[in-house]
């Protein structure tokens, strides 16, 4: 069985099985669809295939409906072109037990985690660090940009919204911190630690 995308839907069986007639076999699979607002639904085509015979069995338009989380913070970044820069965030364990968090986000392309998961002790908190792209071909603009949070098992816990803000470069020394940026919460404000420099 295979999938047309497996970025957005891996199934788990991806070893060949057999199928014995008039018992239906459940195949699992993992849904991750693509973190943008822009793109409000993922069609995936998904094939099962008679490995002997090399013949197609069947195939399935699966549509997926992308509904990004709430955003339960939200900051403003400024980063001077091709200068880049480091930032990071506190994240928080309100559980009673050790946690794993994995984290994405919705551009790549501009911004980059340090670790791509963190283990989280009880009643502690750890950086998420961020690391914004130093590519000097940008165009000035502001670009939102989406991190999820999410648990072990890839089921959201929190999703944060970063307005970054790419102005162009004004050469010389001073600013706040590596690549000249400065992060700070949006005006609506946030429950949670201040960003610092990373």
Known sequence: VYSSDERV?????????????????????????????????????VHAVDVRRRTLVGAWLVTIRNVVPAVSKTYDVTIEIGEGASKK??????????????????????????EASLHVPVGEYRYMGLRFTDKPGLSPGVADILILVNNEDEKNEECMLIRANFA???????GAGPGRASMSPAPQGFAGRSLLDG
């Open 9 to 45: 839907l891996a199934l788990g069986g991806a070893q060949p099985f057999e199928v014995v007639p008039g018992n239906p076999r459940e195949l699992s699979f993992v849904v991750r669809p693509p973190l943008s607002t822009t793109a409000p639904r993922s069609d995936v085509v």
């Open 89 to 114: 965030i506190a994240l928080s364990n309100p559980y009673a037990q050790a946690r794993l968090f994995r984290l994405h986000n919705s551009r790549p392309d501009l911004l980059a985690f340090k």
């Open 168 to 174: 162009p470069s004004r050469g010389g020394g001073g």
